[in-house]
């Protein structure tokens, strides 16, 4: 075997045993997502307040990747979950996202209409959509039906 595919091989193997610990884990895991009002648009975006608390008596971790922004929202569009396009400036250090037992974090995240499709930034036109807030692939929310007003058509 080359060294590069025992490196390769390494990194699978490490990444299916982070995944499983975390799933494993994931029961004591509770996300929840409120806002102030349920309108956004290009004239002003909702604020989303999502809150993740562990109350298992393990720790829980969902990912890996920026110690700013560890949630991110979900938006149900045709059918399919979009990941939310917000403006939050992350930092840009890499560590595990999780909680530790009893602990809890909150993050704010502004969402004006925008989600991802196929990689690019696409604005939804006019109507009432599904967000979801999620810690990783892990645990997601309870849906808030959010309109979204202005200029998608």
């Given at each position: 075997?080359?060294?590069?595919?025992?490196?390769?091989?390494?990194?699978?193997?490490?990444?299916?045993l982070?995944?499983?610990c975390?799933?494993?884990?994931?029961?004591?895991l509770?996300?929840?997502?409120?806002?102030?009002?349920?309108?956004?648009?290009?004239?002003?975006?909702?604020?989303?307040?999502?809150?993740?608390r562990?109350?298992?008596?393990?720790?829980?971790?969902?990912?890996?990747?920026?110690?700013g922004?560890?949630?991110?929202?979900?938006v149900?569009?045709?059918?399919?979950?979009?990941?939310?396009?917000?403006?939050?400036?992350?930092?840009?250090?890499?560590?595990?996202?999780?909680?530790?037992?009893?602990?809890?974090?909150?993050?704010?995240?502004?969402?004006?209409?925008?989600?991802?499709?196929?990689?690019?930034?696409?604005?939804?036109p006019?109507?009432?959509?599904?967000l979801?807030?999620?810690?990783?692939?892990?645990?997601?929310?309870?849906?808030?039906?959010?309109?979204?007003?202005?200029?998608?058509?």
């Amino acid at each position: 075997m080359t060294r590069n595919r025992w490196i390769l091989s390494l990194m699978t193997t490490a990444a299916a045993l982070l995944q499983g610990c975390a799933a494993a884990n994931s029961e004591g895991l509770h996300v929840t997502a409120s806002a102030e009002r349920l309108t956004t648009g290009a004239e002003e975006s909702v604020v989303v307040e999502v809150v993740a608390r562990n109350t298992a008596a393990e720790p829980v971790v969902w990912g890996h990747g920026s110690s700013g922004c560890q949630m991110h929202l979900l938006v149900r569009v045709d059918g399919r979950d979009r990941k939310a396009v917000d403006a939050r400036v992350c930092t840009m250090d890499y560590v595990a996202q999780g909680l530790d037992p009893g602990e809890s974090r909150s993050e704010r995240i502004p969402w004006d209409g925008r989600v991802l499709v196929d990689g690019s930034e696409k604005v939804l036109p006019r109507g009432e959509y599904e967000l979801r807030a999620a810690a990783g692939d892990l645990e997601t929310s309870d849906a808030l039906l959010i309109r979204v007003e202005g200029s998608g058509d």
